[in-house]
């Protein structure tokens, strides 16, 4: 299904290019860091989906520039997306089925979340479309070109994985003073969460960029970001998030159809 995704887009990509009227074209890379972070998604707010802090992953694209004019082009791109967010320190998580069922046989009623002192690294994938309308502007006499750009995009989840580590007591209260009786336990787990997750995403991207011209090339470094509208759970259980990053590319492009 990744792969099928993966050539899909390609190949769209591919038949937007050889079908373009643009005046010049151009075909370019970019690689670099995604600084990824997940929010909580209006009022479905709760200790479990509260208190992310960024993590790091990849950012890469393949994409097509079609230059209409010396100030406008328009640039669809494929691009692999590391989002998420990460969790260090004392942390909400659900009340294991064991615990519970303690409680129940002593006819109480057990709570709805523990807290344990632990790390905890939501690693989710995408696979992501953004067709972005980019504006740039020469300096005088100069190959330097600076320029903007911003737009839709359609994201595919390709994986997502809940990774825990550390070992601690369970609490009752989020401070860490009520501890639960049985010593400390090991929190070491991955799990795939994928199945838990909406599998596309649709948002927004932008970046500001520094373009230094070549013979019949480019190469730039160029900043910006991307942030999802919906809402990336299925169920409500654990609350709603959105996923977003902060990104830093450096990338090259060839242009193909300039004399």
């Known amino acids: 299904m990744k792969r099928s995704i993966f050539y899909f887009a390609i190949l769209g ?31 479905e707010q709760n200790p479990l989906n509260t208190g992310y802090s960024s993590r790091q ?6 994409y097509a520039e079609f230059k209409f004019s010396d100030l406008f082009s328009l640039q669809p791109m494929v691009q692999y997306s590391s989002q998420g967010g990460k969790k260090d320190g004392l942390q909400a998580f659900p009340t294991p089925d064991q615990i519970k069922a303690e409680y129940q046989e ?7 979340y523990l807290y344990a002192n632990f790390k905890s690294d939501a690693k989710l994938n995408y696979l992501m479309i953004p067709v972005l309308a980019k504006f740039g502007w020469n300096f005088h006499n100069s190959p330097l070109r600076i320029y903007v750009d911003a737009g ?24 860490g003073t009520e501890p639960l009786p049985g010593g400390a336990h090991s929190l070491d787990s991955t799990q795939n969460i994928k199945s838990q997750l909406n599998t596309t995403n649709f948002g927004i991207e932008g970046n500001l960029g520094l373009q230094y011209k070549l013979k019949r090339s480019y190469a730039f470094i160029e900043g910006g ?17 959105n996923t977003g ?14 004399k």
């Open 225 to 241: 970001g991307n942030y999802g509208f919906l809402n990336i759970q299925k169920g409500t259980a654990n609350g709603k998030n």
């Open 13 to 43: 990509l591919l038949l937007f290019f050889f079908n373009a009227d643009a005046q010049d074209v151009a075909i370019g890379i970019r690689g670099g860091i995604s600084i990824p972070n997940l929010s909580a998604g209006g009022s």
């Open 152 to 175: 839709p995009f359609v994201g595919f989840l390709l994986s997502a994985k809940q990774v825990t580590s550390g070992t601690s007591n369970f609490y009752l209260d989020n401070k």
């Open 245 to 258: 990053a902060a990104t830093v590319d450096i990338g090259y492009a060839l242009w193909l159809g300039k």
């Open 57 to 62: 992953g990849p950012d890469a694209g393949l």
């Open 106 to 112: 002593e006819g109480q009623t057990a709570p709805t």
